[in-house]
């Protein structure tokens, strides 16, 4: 057991810590210590998108701005209780209103950079089973963002976790000669006829030659989740697992304060992390709870 989990264990007012807590975001994350998440991977409901049917819950507000300050007031919370080197992971859908894209993912993406947030990333989540539109005069859209967020500049990334193939060389490519060929002197670039040569800066090499794939890309193609129960489009547990593998430490504890049905917190149990979750709604915090036994009864077959 590593240090960290057994101060967790220590803690016995950590009712928060592997556990589902029903309530607001607002009010619940004040239990929780500052300092005291490594990752937060979230999903709030989006600009008047879905009723909830809970009168504290967040999405219904009548402006966008109201919307954008609800948001930035919950992750000021967030912050607080984020270590500096926590990482969040933030989806957000975007909205039509009167044939105008609102553009809503970036107006709480500006504001929370505009409260001491640095954004890391804009991931585009590609949805290739999207539901198809009646849209006729303009594009079907088919994806959703995702902000990568930091706290300080100085925080736990595993980029190996994630790596993905590469392409240049890959048995596809017109080029795939090229890795045999630095093979054949020593199976480095550096170490061959490039040897010296300054084109074969450190980026250059990561993409070609890293042994576990290029470093992953921004647009992240993963089918929408099957799972039924919810009334509402659930995370894909391959969306979490790669926030989870690259910003939350072994043992860490990955926070999710609109945890819905629970996905991320199972995802996050699946990979030996710690996890706390939040829900406004009675339903959807037995639903994670009773996933997260299904999942515990499964783990001691
Ligand atoms: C988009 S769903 C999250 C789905 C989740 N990612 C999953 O995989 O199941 C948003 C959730 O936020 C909850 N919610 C809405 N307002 C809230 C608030 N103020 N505090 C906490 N939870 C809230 C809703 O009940 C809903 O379960």
Redesign the pocket.
Known sequence: MSGDVRQYKKQSDALWMNHVTC????K?LRAIPADSIDCVV?????FQQ?D?G?K????NEKTPLEYVD?IVK?FAEVQRVLKPSGTCWL?LGDKYRRGNLMGMPWRVALELMDHQWLLRNEIVWHKPNAMPSSAKSRLTVDHETIFFLVKSADYFYDADAIREPHVTFSDQSKMKGGRSHFGKRGGTPEKGKNSGSSNMHDARWDQAFHPQGRNKRTVWSIPL?K?RD?H????PPAL?ETCIKAGCPKDGVVL?????????LLVAKSLNRNYAG????KE?CKMSRRRLKEADQTTQL
């Open positions: 309530g607001t975001a607002a619940k979230t999903s709030p409901p989006y879905r909830y809970e504290s819950q967040i999405g609800s919950i989806n989740s799972f919810a509402f489009a659930v995370f979490v999710d304060p609109f945890c819905g049905s629970g996905t991320t939040i829900d406004c709604s959807y």
